[in-house]
């Protein structure tokens, strides 16, 4: 029998759903939750076009499962960084269009080519091999233009812009479809990002000179709600699509938290005062301590940064301290202070309505993608 306490209820349920050997870790996928946040956005900015950022296992949420969620959603595009992301959106059936967001290697080029998914374009020289590949194929090529604003990691420079689509223009198996740029400092440095934004503003009017662009895009969530750019017609959604919105707006509070990362406890025990716990004994019980081993580690995206840092798991109803290092597979927690009784396979929330996703990025000190992209293959996705 596994005991649970009340919110944990569906939980259990859901558990009991996952085929096979029960996981040790799982994380639940609120996938109403994802759908409501997009529609947060949509209802704030009605004339904006989406694309949703399923990078990295859509922020450890899982690719595919994420890709068929809000695949009849009318985002323009799926945000991805690589082909084979882009590949496993295909397999998966949706018909959503991925946007490769980087630059591509020569070699992941004719796959999208023959896909007819979207890339960026940051150099004549993937102009020419696109159009070459465009014209074996017989294939239009749909490239959007990147200008480096300040980002510093692809793009064409501001200054290259003039005289950029008469060159363009001798490569005709190239749809220019759009013009888009990546803000470097949203969160923390509003003048550099109204520079940025003033420079992809000059630079969507300079191209458009030649011709018009069905999308203009710069925004991702650190701007999304806190910038206004006249000149763009689509957003780009990462954080803010799984509930965190970097800045400070009047629709944070309507975001709803996508991922509840939970584990069951392995064993409890009693250990003496004075006793080391985990590596390094970096934790020593000071009086006799009721310890539980919960089953998640580092290997499973419970950042090692979280060791000694006070950090704590949500079970029965009560906060309970995680003691010394994180290991790869397990941790420890003091359960000397809970009221209800505690024993092997109860279940222990991770990260969830009592422990967010924020807490555990301020106690290891990171950034919050970083928390949910370390989350491993390890823990099972379930989609609600
Ligand atoms: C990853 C990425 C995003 C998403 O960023 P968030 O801040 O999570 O919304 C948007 N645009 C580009 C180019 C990216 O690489």
Request: charged fraction near 15%; aromatic fraction near 8%.
């Amino acid at each position: 029998m596994i005991k649970t306490c009340s919110f944990l209820g569906t939980c259990l349920t859901l558990w009991s759903m996952i085929p096979g050997i029960p996981p040790r870790a799982w994380a639940q996928i609120d996938t109403s939750a994802l759908r409501h946040n997009l529609n947060v956005v949509r209802r704030v900015m009605p004339d904006m076009q989406l694309m949703a950022i399923v990078k990295a296992e859509a922020y450890g949420h899982g690719l595919e499962g994420v890709a068929r969620a809000l695949d009849d959603e009318g985002c323009a595009f799926y945000g991805v960084a690589t082909v084979h992301e882009a590949d496993r959106i295909r397999q998966a059936g949706c018909q959503t269009c991925p946007f490769i967001l980087g630059p591509c290697f020569p070699d992941e080029r004719e796959p999208i080519v023959q896909n007819g998914w979207r890339t960026a374009l940051s150099s004549l020289e993937e102009a020419n091999h696109f159009n070459s590949l465009g014209q074996l194929y017989n294939k239009q090529v749909h490239t959007h233009i990147c200008i480096d604003t300040g980002m510093g990691r692809s793009g064409f420079l501001p200054n290259e812009l003039q005289g950029l689509m008469e060159k363009l223009r001798a490569f005709p198996y190239l749809h220019l479809e759009g013009i888009f740029s990546h803000l470097s400092a949203a969160s923390v440095d509003l003048t550099f990002t109204h520079q940025q934004i003033q420079s992809f503003t000059n630079g969507v009017q300079e191209l458009s000179r030649s011709q018009a662009f069905d999308y203009r895009h710069i925004c991702s969530s650190s701007a999304v709600f806190n910038y206004h750019v006249p000149v763009s017609n689509m957003v780009r959604l990462g954080r803010l699509l799984y509930g965190y919105s970097p800045m400070p707006s009047p629709y944070n509070k309507e975001l709803r938290p996508t991922m509840t990362l939970l584990s069951r406890v392995t064993i409890v025990r009693t250990l003496p005062g004075n006793h080391g716990v985990s590596y390094n004994h970096c934790y020593i019980t000071q009086g006799s301590t009721k310890v539980a081993t919960i089953g998640i580690g580092f290997a499973d995206g419970y950042l090692h940064y979280l060791s000694n840092k006070n950090s704590r798991v949500y079970v029965h109803g009560q906060y309970c301290p995680v003691l010394g290092r994180v290991t790869m597979d397990q941790i420890m927690v003091d359960v000397t202070y809970l009221k209800e009784e505690i024993q092997p396979g109860d279940i222990v929330e991770i990260m969830g309505p009592n422990v967010s996703w924020i807490e555990l990025t301020d106690r290891a000190n990171t950034i919050p993608s970083n928390v949910l992209t370390s989350i491993g293959s390890r823990v099972q996705r379930v989609y609600v």
